[in-house]
């Protein structure tokens, strides 16, 4: 079963946290600009790269087992890269390089592909986050 559940944890460095989901751990922080040290992704660095590595993942896995010539993809994921829209909206944007011998219409069915990838659907869709206090 995937794991579903993170835990970040903050202490004194500001604002150095460190994630934990039971069997891995990874840090961000705030670049210095933003008061951090700089010594990991800011969360919304964290944010891209879960669309980027789920899209790319969700890209090979589709490939190998099309046994297309797919030999590498590269994904490139911004926000808001023309500034925040005047109404407010969030602008996500997303290039995909691909490498191998791929005719138009694989190029055409990985776009789609792309599409359907578990975070980009997570993303597009209706989001709810529920927030408590855990007591100690």
């Not at 980027?52 to 890269?81: D, F, H």
């Not at 969030?90 to 578990?118: H, V, W, Y």
């Not at 975070?119 to 597009?124: F, G, Q, W």
Request: aromatic share 4%; hydrophobic share 35%.
């Amino acid at each position: 079963m995937p794991i579903t559940e993170v835990k970040t944890m903050i202490g004194e460095t500001p604002y150095v946290v460190t994630m934990d989901d039971g069997i891995h751990q990874w840090s961000g922080d705030e670049p210095i600009e933003q008061g951090g040290a700089d010594t990991g992704p800011s969360p919304t660095q964290l944010l891209l790269s879960s669309l980027g590595a789920c899209t790319a993942i969700t890209l090979k896995m589709y490939a190998n087992r099309k046994q297309w010539p797919l030999e590498e993809i590269e994904v490139w994921v911004s926000l808001n890269p023309s500034g925040k829209a005047a109404d407010g909206a969030t602008e996500i944007t997303r290039r995909i390089g691909f490498k191998g011998s791929l005719d138009p219409s694989q190029r055409e069915r990985l776009l789609q592909i792309a599409n359907a990838c578990p975070i980009h659907k997570l993303l597009t869709g209706n989001i709810r986050v529920a927030t408590t206090v855990q007591s100690d």
